[in-house]
């Protein structure tokens, strides 16, 4: 958070004298996560905050802004082991504080292209999981629920619950780029489409190798296993927004 300030007075600073202006932004946020064996399917998301676009010259602008912005992604799984069936279901939920710093090259008039790195800072990410294994004698469900900027993953079968550490947490700090479009109208309003790449993981650890998955009666198949263990997960999004200059 520290250094999102810094970064923020050094904008400032180096728009101090420039003939620059204020606006607010608002839009969909199309995220996808992804780890290192699958991805997990698109899900929407929103946006909100604010920008300043600071004129370098006639072609180019710097524009830093500050948004907050909700997403979550869905993934659907299934595999049979030993004419034993797992399907899964899960959802990951993320909330983040983003400063992009962009440079917009003007094309044509109104129209002008945006690039540039981007720090994201996460305040939450949640993992949701439930799957069911279908055998010829049983039919049982788990449910477990991995807070990541809590270390800890809840596991539930029937009446049976156990809440267990494991050893990978949330890397609040992350890089990530961006490029888009942007067009501008006469009356101040403006359209934005862009996408931004994750570049590094917001979790930790890609292990969770100290986890204790038998408690309390709570038998947790290796098939969930690997679902608190590939954890090296990255953020893509698809974003589209409409704002103001004031």
Request: glycine share 6%; with cysteine.
């Amino acid at each position: 958070m520290k250094k999102i300030i810094t970064i923020l007075c050094f904008v400032t600073t180096l728009a101090n004298g420039q003939e620059f202006k204020f606006g607010a932004k608002a839009g969909l946020n199309l995220v996808t996560i992804a780890n290192k064996d699958r991805d997990i399917k698109m899900g929407a998301g929103f946006l909100v905050g604010g920008l300043v676009t600071i004129p370098l010259n006639e072609k180019w602008n710097l524009q830093p802004e500050l948004y907050f912005g909700q997403g979550k992604s869905e993934n659907t799984n299934s595999v049979s082991i030993d004419d034993v069936n797992f399907s899964s279901t899960q959802e990951v939920k993320i909330s983040n504080l983003s400063l992009p710093v962009l440079f917009q090259y003007i094309v044509y008039k109104n129209l002008s292209v945006q690039v540039g790195p981007q720090l994201d800072y996460f305040l939450s990410a949640n993992s949701y999981q439930t799957t069911v294994i279908t055998d010829p004698t049983e039919q049982v469900s788990y449910y477990s629920d991995t807070a990541m900027d809590a270390s800890t993953t809840t596991f539930v079968s029937g009446n049976n619950q156990e809440t267990v550490a494991h050893d990978y947490e949330l890397n609040d700090l992350n890089l990530s780029g961006t490029i888009g479009l942007q067009y501008l109208f006469n009356k101040g309003f403006f359209v934005d489409a862009r996408y931004n790449i994750g570049l590094t993981s917001f979790s930790k650890n890609a292990d969770a190798n100290n986890a204790v998955y038998n408690a309390n009666g709570v038998s947790v198949p290796e098939v969930l296993k690997t679902s608190v263990k590939n954890v090296e997960l990255k953020a893509s999004a698809i974003q589209l927004s409409i704002g103001y200059y004031f």
